[in-house]
């Protein structure tokens, strides 16, 4: 949480100045004080404020991060597995993977080849569903 170390130091550092401030006035040192507590309390609910909104942003942007990690290896472990068998590395197979659905693409040389390629990106964990758009030569 560096973001919020460096926040709580700003807050800090404003109180600080804003105690040099408030001693240089000419006035009763109650009035200072007051003014500095005021101060105070408004920058802490600032600097809290921030670093809840920074806090949600970051988590938000780690959501997106793993959702477009996990799509990335599920379509390279189907695209693996079609690769590897033998009756289907030969042939135009696209992968795509959007939130876990797979969506197969291109043309296959028989219906069992489709279905073999579709039970193949089925088994690979992670996967949600199999949209088979594989056209048959």
């Known amino acids: 949480m560096k973001v919020k170390e460096n926040l709580t130091l700003i807050g800090i550092s404003m109180l600080f100045v804003c105690g040099l401030t408030a001693c240089d006035?000419?006035?009763p040192a109650e009035?200072?004080?007051?003014?500095i507590d005021q101060t105070a309390g408004e920058a802490s609910?600032?600097?809290?404020?921030?670093?809840?909104?920074?806090?949600k942003k970051l988590g938000k942007q780690g959501e997106k991060?793993?959702?477009?990690?996990?799509?990335?290896?599920?379509?390279?472990?189907?695209?693996?597995g079609i690769f590897a068998e033998p009756g289907l590395k030969t042939l135009q197979i696209g992968v795509d993977t959007i939130k876990g659905v797979v969506t197969l693409?291109?043309?296959?040389?028989?219906s069992p080849s489709s279905d073999r390629?579709?039970?193949l990106a089925g088994a690979v964990a992670g996967?949600?569903?199999v949209k088979n758009l594989l056209v048959t030569k």
């Open 45 to 55: 609910k600032r600097i809290g404020e921030a670093a809840d909104e920074i806090g």
């Open 127 to 129: 996967v949600k569903e």
């Open 117 to 119: 390629a579709k039970a």
């Open 105 to 110: 693409s291109g043309s296959v040389d028989s």
């Open 65 to 80: 991060a793993s959702v477009t990690i996990d799509d990335a290896e599920i379509t390279t472990k189907v695209k693996a």
């Open 31 to 35: 009035t200072a004080g007051k003014k």
């Open 25 to 27: 006035k000419p006035g």
